[in-house]
């Protein structure tokens, strides 16, 4: 049986996830007082790939934060049918797809090395005695005994290789066999979650949004995203706050047509992560925006009170992001940028219930035009920052609001 747990978003303590201690390297290593705090997200969706049979997936996980132990979670969310994980490890990655000798975990559920998880339901792993360090890559490896679900749930576009090999070579440092995936753009499947337990942690903020917080212009598999850059800051600062990423490219707040609609997904996406205590509400109006019929101001604002509302009722604090500018976009009008303008107006005020405010607007515009983004953050198309762009994002969020 899957077992239930509540991902409280103030502190989750080992026996959340119900692993006996057995043995006194697990007693010294996972504490039964200490939160869990997520250390790294991919939020699910259809990634539209094909299934697995008789194979293993080897992906990459960039952490925020370290701790001493860790849970990985797997989600059959949108699949149809069971989904059966056979053998998972987990170790620090050597370079492309080996990892590091001596450094490998073997991953249990409820004891047990093995999991089915039904058609829309998802399992945390049991606590692993395992020491997760900062901004580093781990690899998690998961075994697929038998044909997944054709609707694979998973996160598209993740911007990071994946390996793929013909049958159980999870423990394997040099994974033999395995190759890049062809399917997908390095794509996430089923991992979604990966979490740890850190005496030293203060919470998590939770990054949501659309393709600039997924971090689509960014270089692939150099962890550039602006949730990435803001992970290194908040280390640089001395400042242990996990930071996750819950962007899904072409997600807006709401239609379904890329990942749930941002409002339907905001409680399980946001408020349901381990030890949430922030959430940076991004760039999902954006595509609104852009996307064809145009809501009103009213409706944008109304979508973001309303997600202000649900968090604070869950304790957590919010940041609202200014809508970045576009001009340039084949969609854009005047009257598109005076909905923009007026929304970004009204996150400002005292009625829109933000607790602070991420002007990214400010960050990406051209000072002399502002409804065009600055040449030197422009990737090209006029709308997703580059490389610098991002940069500029992360440097602008405040850090003493996670103080």
Not at 247 to 252: A, F, Q
């Amino acid at each position: 049986m899957i077992k239930q747990f509540s991902r409280n978003r103030r502190a989750l303590v080992a026996t959340a996830l119900a692993l006996p201690l057995s043995s006194s390297c697990f007693a010294q290593s996972i504490s039964a007082t200490l939160p869990w705090t997520g250390t790294w997200s991919a939020a699910p969706m259809v990634t539209g790939d094909g299934g697995f049979n008789n194979q293993t997936i080897r992906q990459i996980v960039r952490t925020s934060i370290g701790g001493t132990a860790a849970g990985v979670q797997f989600s059959n969310l949108y699949g149809s049918d069971p989904l059966v994980i056979g053998d998972v490890h987990v170790a620090l990655r050597a370079s492309g797809q080996r990892t590091v000798p001596g450094t490998d975990k073997a991953v249990t559920f409820e004891g047990q090395p093995f999991v089915t998880i039904p058609p829309g339901g998802a399992v945390m792993s049991d606590p692993i005695a395992f020491q997760v360090p900062a901004l580093t890559d781990i690899v998690v490896s998961a075994y697929l005994p038998q044909r997944t679900p054709s609707e694979t749930t998973g996160h598209a576009e993740g911007l990071q290789d994946v390996y793929i090999a013909p049958g159980d070579v999870s423990a394997d440092p040099d994974f033999t066999g395995g190759v890049l995936n062809a399917l997908g753009a390095q794509s996430y499947y089923f991992l979604t979650d990966v979490v740890v337990q850190n005496a030293s942690a203060t919470g998590a903020v939770v990054a949501f949004g659309a393709s600039i917080t997924d971090g689509i212009a960014s270089q692939p598999n150099t962890n550039g995203r602006w949730p990435n850059l803001l992970a290194a800051r908040l280390q640089q600062a001395g400042m242990t706050v996990g930071v996750l990423n819950q962007g899904i490219s072409g997600n807006d707040f709401f239609t379904n047509d890329s990942g749930e609609a941002g409002l339907s997904r905001f409680q399980r996406d946001v408020l349901n992560q381990y030890n949430v205590k922030w959430v940076i509400i991004s760039d999902d109006a954006v595509n609104n925006l852009i996307g064809g019929a145009p809501p009103t101001a009213a409706s944008l604002t109304g979508a973001f009170s309303q997600l202000t509302q649900s968090a604070h009722a869950a304790g957590v604090r919010v940041i609202c992001s200014t809508l970045t500018p576009f001009e340039g976009v084949s969609s854009w009008t005047p009257d598109i940028e005076a909905t923009r303008a007026a929304v970004n107006a009204f996150v400002a005020t005292a009625d829109s219930g933000c607790d602070a405010v991420l002007d990214q607007a400010a960050a990406l515009g051209d000072p002399s035009n502002p409804p065009v983004m600055l040449h030197a953050y422009d990737s090209g198309d006029h709308l997703h920052p580059n490389q610098a762009g991002l940069q500029a994002i992360s440097n602008s969020v405040n850090l003493g609001w996670f103080k």
